[in-house]
């Protein structure tokens, strides 16, 4: 039997209690009005996160007033070019150096995965998920495991990509895709995390 429990966007759990996962993440939540929005605590790729939206009033796309922890796109990484370092987003390939080209709104419809891309993703060292098992379609980790990940994911200086070796075979997920999709589950009464097998993609 497998229970699935929302939990906010942006907040992790510890028992069955909701609690920030800030400071350790990679934003934290600002009170704008009635409502929160997200801040980002680092470096995010201005061309795929969804900051912007249309609005009808001005007929121009304007920074959005409330946004999402998972609005942003963290999953950057670096290269290296004549022994220089610059920031490149492994989600879209945009290099951060460069000016946002056509970000249109309203929604994520400019985000393009190229080829190159792809292959930086995968660059990225694969960190094994310990004792993942396949359950109901969620690739299953318990608590400890999904925050050793999730905190790996913020120290290293290489990017890392989670990995559960099933079958045979590797699948591997983005870091901001398994800190953003994850689910927390109850299997055969044991609290554990899971993850959509959706989200994999096999290395
Ligand atoms: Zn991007």
């Not at 922890?69 to 999953?75: A, G, K």
């Given at each position: 039997m497998v229970t699935v429990r929302d939990v906010p966007e942006g907040q992790a759990m510890s028992g069955w209690e909701v609690y920030d996962f800030a400071p350790d993440d990679f934003t934290y939540e600002r009170q704008m009005g009635k409502n929160t929005t997200a801040v980002p605590l680092t470096v995010y790729c201005p061309q795929c996160s969804d900051t912007t939206a249309y609005d009808r009033r001005v007929n121009a796309v304007v920074p959005k007033w409330t946004i999402n922890?998972?609005?942003?796109?963290?999953?950057v990484g670096y290269q290296e070019e004549d022994g220089k370092k610059f920031a490149v987003c492994l989600n879209c390939g945009h290099d951060l150096r460069d000016e946002v080209k056509g970000k249109a709104a309203p929604k994520k419809s400019t985000r393009k995965i190229t080829r190159k891309s792809q292959e930086r993703t995968l660059a990225a060292t694969p960190e094994l998920i310990e004792d993942v098992k396949f359950e109901d379609g969620y690739f299953t980790m318990t608590v400890d495991e999904f925050k050793r990940i999730a905190k790996k994911g913020h120290q290293v200086s290489h990017s890392i990509t989670p990995a559960a070796e099933f079958g045979g075979t590797l699948y591997v997920i983005s870091l901001s895709k398994f800190i953003t999709f994850w689910k927390e589950l109850e299997i055969n009464g044991t609290r554990k995390v899971g993850i959509p097998r959706i989200y994999f993609q096999e290395a």
């Open positions: 922890h998972s609005d942003y796109v963290f999953n």
